[in-house]
């Protein structure tokens, strides 16, 4: 069972439902520790006062900000005295059209859930509600000292809240394109073969078809390492297509496209293990391939057409 993170009330119009809040996503990053090089010795942080040296308690350290010549603290209880709500409140101002908000302005993703059985009839009835209309509630309420903007939404089988970044959070993305126009406007041509590409290359949203590969290549370093095995490099990113190159790379990238399978650039081959390396290879037919490093596999794979079915 998760851990509920949060409890309050969402409020709209003159209904209160309490609520729980929970993470709605899991970090499956492998965790490290730290160690001195060469040894076995565990790095260990401490909060220590400056002036004196001396470790600190948790329960002994407050907030504060420097102000002139000295500080000012604030207790937690003095924050939460002044949040919006006492903090315990989740009050929808308006209801958007889900669409209209910009992906940049969404950070996590929470679930909401009723807090007991009774409260679970006006709980489904604005899920509903909301689910029929297309429409987002958005609200403001606190969570560990900083004010959050949300959007509540209706999921399939729960209510969901995204915290959004506040409008003046959002950085401008035109002050990093300052390419000259004449070298960044595309022709007609590039257009058309980009659009043939991206045509070739579209299916349904299917997350389940996608895994953290990454997460396992280091689960197999560490294996490795703990054998005394040799540890294989991935193969090195692919390097960028100049201008001068551009409509060649689109071009062989089209005719990867009608030929019904995907440039190959898409493809992760890291992903892969050695055995289903070598098996890529026997069926693309690349000679030498029983005497090829991983590395030196990756990269012939990848340079090697595929062959038409």
Partial sequence: MPRKIWSGSI???????????????????IQFHQYERGTTDRIRYKRVNERT????????????REAGDGVITVEQGELDEIAP????????????????????????????????????????????????TGQAGIATFVLRGKQYLTAVRADEQALALNTLYFADEIR????????????????????????????????????EAYEDTY??????LLAEKARGGEVAAASAPPQPTNVTDLTEALRRSVDEARKGRQPRAAEDLSALSKA?????????????????????????????PAKAS
């Fill in 85 to 132: 709500g006492r903090s315990r409140t989740i009050d929808i101002s308006t209801f958007v059209d889900l669409g209209e908000i910009d992906p940049v302005h969404f950070q996590r993703t929470y679930w909401l859930a009723p807090t007991s059985g009774e409260h679970y009839r006006p709980y489904n009835l604005l899920r509903r509600a909301m689910q029929e």
């Fill in 215 to 220: 997460t396992a290549r280091v689960e197999e």
């Fill in 172 to 207: 401008d993305p035109g002050e990093l394109l300052d390419a000259p126009s004449d070298q960044a406007s595309p022709t007609d041509k590039e257009i058309q073969m980009a659009t043939t590409i991206i045509e070739s290359m579209s299916g349904e949203w299917e997350p």
């Fill in 276 to 304: 289903e390396l070598d098996d890529r290879a026997k069926q693309l037919g690349i000679k030498g391939r029983s005497k090829m490093k991983r590395a030196e596999l990756e990269e012939a794979i990848a340079s090697t």
């Fill in 53 to 64: 040296g001396e470790e600190v308690g948790q329960g002994d350290i407050v907030k504060g």
């Fill in 11 to 29: 409020n709209f119009g003159l209904v209160t439902i309490p609520v729980g809040l929970y993470a709605a996503t899991e970090d499956h990053t």
